[in-house]
Nanobody, 126 residues
Framework: QVQLVESGGGLVQAGGSLRLSCAAS????????MGWFRQAPGKEREFVAA????????IYADSVKGRFTISRDNAKDTVYLQMNSLKPEDTAVYYC???????????????????WGQGTLVTVSS
């Protein structure tokens, strides 16, 4: 079983940037599709981005396209989320998830994803 640990959250002003990291252990990371979700206070969890095991296939939520970039380093067993031009509405707990399925599973069947991290809080002040 793989374990996921997120880091990199914090407080940032609107327009600023943060990079989240998700370190995996316990299983062959390079075989897994990875993704990010977020949950704002009082709202349901929502998909943010996902990346295939090779890194060649990436998908994003419309709300973050052009501002966020997902990437991975299979040598370091880590997936990243670079967040630029942050807005107050990006404030949320960000969760990393892993699954052997396709990136589309992260949109269509998130409740069936195999592994989730504990989350890291991102707060964007106006």
């Amino acid at each position: 079983q793989v374990q996921l640990v997120e880091s990199g959250g914090g407080l940032v002003q609107a327009g600023g940037s943060l990079r989240l990291s998700c370190a995996a252990s316990g299983r062959t990371f390079s075989s897994l599709t990875m993704g990010w979700f977020r949950q704002a206070p009082g709202k349901e969890r929502e998909f943010v981005a996902a990346i295939s095991w090779s890194g060649t296939n990436r998908i994003y939520a419309d709300s973050v396209k052009g501002r966020f970039t997902i990437s991975r380093d299979n040598a370091k067993d880590t997936v990243y989320l670079q967040m630029n031009s942050l807005k107050p509405e990006d404030t949320a707990v960000y969760y990393c998830a892993a699954d052997p399925g396709l990136v589309t599973k992260f949109i269509e069947r998130e409740h069936y994803l195999e592994v989730w991290g504990q989350g890291t809080l991102v707060t964007v002040s106006s």
